[in-house]
């Protein structure tokens, strides 16, 4: 997750500069004043990973500061599997397993990610949640006939026993999760 965090400019007024009763200056003289700094706008600075808790945690961190999440320990990150640990982490699970097939350009598959976040949280100890990157293990998803992404399929005992495509709503997937627990 990628944050901006925005520059504050402060100028500090000067004995050249006209005070706020004054008549307006005209703009040719504004743009050769030398009584003012250069500026050209705010700069904004991405910060990744900075990830926001609560409205007065906020307002009470130090400037500049990365502010951490509270819960942090209780967060479930779904794992990314390759075609190298398919076999092991996917087919000779003992447990059912929720693999979302995706890519890093498909707008639907980054609407999804919060939904199985959510679903690997719930099922922890009951379901695992895995990611396959397409463009990264095309191999696996050409053998599974993925043709388009988002792709959910859940796996049960080494079979795949369910599929759903496209950026469904929650509760489709849950459905289809609590037919094989």
Sequence with gaps: ????????????????????????????????????????????????????????????????????????????????????????????????????????WCGPCRMIHPIIDELAKEYVGKLKCYKLNTDESPSTASRYGIRSIPTVIIFKNGEKKDTVIGAVPKTTLTSSIEKFL
Excluded: H, K
């Design 1 to 104: 997750m990628a944050t901006l965090q925005l520059q504050s400019l402060t100028l500090t007024r000067s004995s050249t500069l006209p005070s706020l009763t004054s008549p307006p200056i005209p703009v040719t003289a504004r743009l050769n004043s030398a009584a003012l700094p250069r500026y050209s706008g705010l700069r904004l600075r991405a910060t990744v990973g900075t990830v926001f808790s609560t409205r007065a945690a906020s307002r009470t961190a130090p400037r500049g500061g990365r502010i951490a999440c509270e819960a942090q320990d209780t967060a479930i990150e779904v794992t990314s599997i390759t075609d190298a640990n398919w076999q092991s982490l996917v087919l000779e699970s003992e447990t059912p397993v929720l693999v979302e097939f995706w890519a890093p």
